[in-house]
């Protein structure tokens, strides 16, 4: 409950920072999006090492809140308590030589996703590097869209062998 008040606080601050006034009546100019650093990720591999062909499958847990400064002010304090974040996407970009893939899931009740990145016939033999990105809308407007994200790259996640 914690961690909803705290969400709530950040998004009603930030909803009040660029709501525009009563006297705009809708004239805001440009769409402004606040980005809330409010997810910690921790990523991995069902496997250390996938052929060619096969679809690869890394599961992302997506907790609040995140593990340093939510609005980058530099104010960093280590979460007491952590909570799954349900119903959030989580991108993967998978990196490996020059071929770029990815793959998309939505977190369970958990806070985990499994995202299944198919290595195409083109994937080059090598280490994989996986970014792991998650976000979700929490209020959207003409004026001002509000969303939590939080970002983990995960460098030698596993080895992709050709046969």
């Known amino acids: ?24 009546a809708g004239a805001c100019g440009a769409m402004e999006t606040i980005a809330l650093r409010t997810f910690h990720l ?18 992302v847990t997506v907790t609040r809140p995140a593990h340093e400064d939510p609005v980058g002010a530099g104010i960093y304090q280590e979460p007491p308590e952590s909570f799954p974040a349900e119903n ?8 490996v030589g020059d071929v770029f893939l990815f793959g998309h899931a939505m977190t369970d009740a958990d806070g985990v996703a499994g995202v299944k990145v198919k290595l195409e ?10 970014d792991a990105f998650a976000w979700n809308t929490q209020a959207d407007s003409p004026c001002a869209r509000i969303e939590e994200n939080g ?13």
């Open 1 to 24: 409950m914690k961690m909803r008040a705290y969400l709530s606080a950040a998004v009603i601050l930030a909803a009040g920072l660029v709501a525009p006034s009563t006297s705009s």
């Open 42 to 59: 921790v990523v991995h591999s069902d496997k250390k090492a996938y052929k060619v062909g096969d679809t690869a499958t890394i599961h």
């Open 88 to 95: 959030v996407n989580v991108g993967i970009g998978l990196r």
């Open 121 to 130: 016939s083109w994937t080059p033999a090598g280490t994989a590097i996986a």
């Open 151 to 163: 970002y983990q790259q995960k460098p030698n996640i596993f080895k992709v062998v050709k046969i």
